[in-house]
């Protein structure tokens, strides 16, 4: 089934710890996002990548990092977890530019503590 | 800048009736498109209908329409007859179109929609 997996499905982390969220589409996508989830805050953009070789900074980048080393592969990298940094991470995709809407994956659920 | 306003943080409808999820927004881009999403506690989200700027006349998904306004900038959900199953968080969310500076979406901080039956 086309989608997006991500992994793991949740994750309880020391506060300190270095943590990669995986983010992988099947769908051959051109763009991918990573946002995480807050209640009352909405989904806010962490980082983008509009292509492999490619990524940018989104709304609130500090403290995460990503790579885009192929099409599929979006991995998002907590170097020093804080517990500020529990939410619900979702990550996105879409073809490209235009009218295109975003296919989600399920989210993971990432506890700091 | 873009910004999207969803000013219900929560709402109740009962079943079989119709309920309207209110969505204004702001952009600089002179195309775009607006797009509505459900979360239900399972925490996926579905997407379920889409709005261009362009378009002449109001999307329609079914159950669910879109009031577009564009000169009041509000792209408000409608949904008819209630179900049990539309209870769920709603978002609304924007994205440029051919735009350079990035194609991602700006999302609302939602709605939580309670169905009573």
């Known amino acids: 089934i086309a989608g997006i997996t991500q992994a793991p499905t949740s994750q309880i982390l020391a506060a300190g710890r270095r943590m990669t969220l995986r983010c992988t589409q099947d769908?051959?996508?051109?763009?991918m996002y990573w946002y995480r989830q807050d209640l009352g805050l909405g989904l806010r953009l962490i980082h983008y990548?509009?292509?492999?070789?490619?990524?940018g900074k989104g709304e609130v980048p500090d403290g995460y990092s990503v790579s885009r080393a192929n099409t599929d592969d979006f991995p998002l990298t907590l170097a020093s977890a804080v517990p500020s940094q529990t939410s619900v991470y979702f990550c996105a995709s879409s073809p490209a530019l235009g009218a295109y809407g975003y296919t989600f994956g399920s989210g993971t659920r990432l506890t700091v503590v | 800048a873009q910004k999207i306003t969803q000013t219900q943080p929560g709402m109740f409808v009962q079943e079989k009736e119709a309920v309207t999820l209110d969505c204004t927004y702001d952009t600089s881009d002179p195309s775009y498109g607006l797009f509505w999403y459900k979360q239900p506690s399972s925490g996926e989200m579905i997407f379920l209908i889409y709005?261009?700027?362009?378009?002449?006349q109001n999307a329609t998904e079914g159950r669910y329409s879109l009031n577009f306004q564009k000169a009041r900038k509000s792209a408000n959900l409608v949904i008819s007859a209630s179900q049990l199953g539309d209870s769920a968080m709603y978002f609304c969310?924007?994205?440029?179109?051919?735009?350079?500076?990035?194609?991602?979406?700006?999302f609302g901080t939602g709605t939580s929609l309670t169905v009573i039956p």
């Open positions: 709005q261009g700027s362009y378009d002449q």
């Open positions: 990548s509009n292509t492999a070789g490619t990524t």
């Open positions: 769908m051959r996508h051109n763009a």
């Open positions: 969310a924007m994205r440029g179109l051919f735009s350079n500076t990035g194609n991602q979406f700006y």
